[in-house]
């Protein structure tokens, strides 16, 4: 061992209970110091009900490389350099055993989606169990990049993963539409025990508290997290000056390594937080949001009451609780993926079967014959113009926020002097193409990502070597999703040939990385 790790692990010491916290912090100074590349992390966002296939997709004479995104992919436009849009992937559901796989539904579709593998069954109306882990506990543990098990037990991260969300509110209490995130089922025969949900928190100041609560300083305090670098490292001083009065005159030479090195450790944090902005700034407490209970459509049990908080405040109009919480939620997950926290999060802005109300009037689209506020999942069960219009409205309304986050990752400095979503890989998934009818055909989906993580930003990736049916019904040359997936695993270092039944994969996709 060098003199540098000893004073380094003597350092952390020093921290005490902090030390958790304080070694990714560290280990972002030491890789601006020494120019090595940032951590790679893993973002997947959805959205809820689908998106209209023609408001989303561009027009049938783009290009992979030529294409203008129509109106409801269009806020993701500044990010396009960044982007790959892809469209031809069918979302496939299966189930151990006979009966139903979930096709079609938006419960089955969220834990399909997630998963990629058959169910273990259902309980309930459409309360799906999942059969194993989500694709983003998979890649977690099985990537050398993403700070889980198999990553170098230096660069581990304190988290793990994050599973965050702005609403879980849904039609029945149900898991299946709330959760994305997934461990591996146990070997009970109850698929509602057997499955092993990750709940997502939905309130920003208890995320808050769990990421940072241990003392990270706050933005706007490099001084004192600087002075307090600096204090642990004069004790270790003391500690070694104490030291030199104990040991035999032999022990010399290591001693003075043992100053050299800390002093070396002085200078890098000197250097990273003198030269640039400090990257690990966590943001303020976030404010704790007052939720209203919202009784559930079809009430199955206890739990009939559930709380979230809706789009507008009916005592103030310009006061958008679900847009402000839910943008301070992806707000926490830029910060711990910057100080290096955890490198992987899941982000729901509701549930696949979404009760978070908004106006009859939203967006340029009103529904008729409806008063306010609407839950969003109830009207979309009819393809009337003025429901269309409405649902693609609220799917904007998503897009647009989403954008807005993701921006606000391309302009954050990461630790290797490039910004954030240069290093990150986003997915912009939802549970089923289109809401009147639950279809699962041209799933919309995006992926975002800059110069670090292979991703081929500026595509349109139409899919046409596929054998399954398209959404028009003329063409059959679509794929599975989990194709993407298997994409997406070989650009973390996993080697992932196969997810799910033979009828949910056909092989990695390519053209979106590489």
């Not at 899941?346 to 967006?363: E, K, R």
């Not at 926020?401 to 290797?416: E, K, N, T």
């Not at 549970?431 to 919309?444: F, I, Y």
């Not at 054998?467 to 270092?493: E, H, I, K, Q, Y």
């Amino acid at each position: 061992m060098t003199s540098y790790q000893i004073a380094r692990r003597s350092f952390l010491r020093a921290c005490g209970g902090s030390a958790a916290l304080t070694l990714p912090l560290l280990r972002s100074m030491e890789a601006r110091a020494q120019g090595m590349p940032a951590p790679r992390r893993l973002l997947i966002i959805h959205h809820s009900q689908g998106s209209p296939l023609e408001k989303w997709v561009p027009t049938a004479d783009a290009t992979t490389r030529t294409f203008t995104l129509p109106e409801n992919s269009a806020p993701f436009a500044p990010l396009q350099s960044r982007m790959v849009l892809v469209d031809g992937l069918n979302l496939v559901c299966a189930t151990v055993g006979a009966g139903n796989s979930g096709q079609n539904s938006s419960e089955g579709g969220m834990v399909a989606l997630m998963t990629g593998v058959p169910t273990l069954g259902y309980v309930g109306q459409q309360d799906h169990c999942a059969g194993g882990p989500s694709i983003d506990q998979l890649l977690l543990d099985r990537s050398p990049v993403l700070g889980g098990a198999l990553s170098p037990s230096p660069t581990r991260t304190p988290f793990g993963s994050l599973q965050l969300a702005a609403d879980v509110r849904s039609l029945r209490a149900e898991l299946a539409p709330q959760v994305m995130s997934y461990r591996p089922p146990t070997a009970s025969v109850d698929p509602s025990l057997a499955r092993q949900p990750l709940f997502p928190e939905t309130q920003p100041l208890e995320t808050f508290t769990r990421l940072f609560g241990a003392g990270i300083p706050s933005a706007g305090d490099a001084a004192t997290l600087l002075a307090r670098e600096l204090s642990v490292l004069d004790f270790a001083r003391s500690d070694l000056k104490r030291l030199r009065k104990l040991a035999p005159s032999n022990e010399a030479p290591r001693l003075d390594a043992h100053a050299d090195a800390i002093q070396q450790l002085e200078a890098t944090i000197r250097q990273t937080m003198s030269t640039s902005p400090a990257v690990c700034l966590p943001p303020a407490p976030p404010p704790q949001f007052a939720t209203t209970p919202t009784p559930q459509v079809f009430p199955i049990g206890p739990s009939d009451q559930q709380r979230g908080v809706d789009y507008y405040d009916p005592a103030d109009p310009n006061n958008h609780p679900h847009q402000v919480l839910g943008q301070t939620q992806l707000g926490l997950i830029k910060a711990a993926f910057l100080c290096d926290l955890a490198r992987v999060a899941t982000f729901s802005w509701s549930s696949a079967t979404s009760l978070v109300s908004f106006p009859a009037s939203f967006g340029g689209a009103t529904l008729q014959s409806v008063g306010s506020p609407v839950p969003h999942y109830l009207p979309l069960n009819s393809n009337e113009p003025d429901v269309l219009a409405w649902w693609a409205a609220i799917d904007r309304f998503y897009a647009q926020q989403s954008a807005l986050a993701l921006q606000g990752f391309a302009a954050a400095a990461d630790v290797d002097g490039n910004s954030l979503l240069d290093n990150t890989v986003v997915v912009y998934v939802t549970a089923v193409s289109r809401r009147w009818d639950n279809m699962q055909k041209n799933m919309p989906l995006a992926v975002f990502g800059g110069r670090n993580t292979g991703l081929r930003g500026g595509t349109f990736l139409k899919i046409n070597d596929g054998a399954l049916p398209s959404l028009n019904g003329v063409t059959s040359s679509n794929r599975p999703f989990n194709d993407f997936w298997l994409a997406l695993a070989s650009a973390f270092g996993v080697d992932l040939p196969t997810l799910g039944a033979p009828s949910q994969h056909t092989g990695p996709l390519a053209g979106v990385f590489g």
